[in-house]
């Protein structure tokens, strides 16, 4: 059984910072690539920040560049991502993605897998 499980959501005050964590169990964690979303009430699911399979590469969406950072550790099966000078327009909830490594690269290409979601509410 896949399992990605988001953690570390919360409410931050604007300018805070927080973390999240996934876990994942059910899949050979490095041949995937790692993403983050999220989806504030009444938007689409946007992308957020992504990693390769190896760290070798991450990408992010111009809302949280220089604001965000991914990582993951692949011997502990975990993504992160990292999110500083939190504003109430980043309020949302995140979902973490799995990518399965391909020609296909990792942007724009639909996740095989998903998490549950962690809500991140940050007050202004």
């Known amino acids: 059984q896949v399992r990605l499980v988001e953690s570390g959501g919360g409410l931050v005050q604007a300018g805070g910072s927080l973390r999240l964590s996934c876990a994942v169990s059910?899949?050979?964690?490095?041949?995937?690539?790692m993403g983050w979303f999220r989806q504030a009430p009444g938007k689409e699911r946007e992308f957020v920040a992504a990693?390769?399979?190896?760290?070798?590469?991450?990408h992010y969406a111009d809302s949280v560049k220089g604001r965000s950072a991914i990582s993951r550790v692949n011997a502990k099966r975990t993504v992160y991502l990292q999110m500083d000078s939190l504003k109430a327009e980043d309020t949302a909830v995140y979902y973490c993605?799995?990518?399965?490594?391909?020609?296909?690269?990792?942007?724009?290409?639909?996740?095989?897998?998903w998490g549950q979601g962690t809500q991140v509410t940050v007050s202004s």
């Open positions: 059910g899949i050979i964690f490095g041949f995937y690539h």
């Open positions: 993605a799995a990518i399965l490594r391909s020609e296909k690269g990792i942007l724009g290409v639909d996740p095989n897998y």
């Open positions: 990693i390769s399979w190896n760290s070798d590469s991450t």
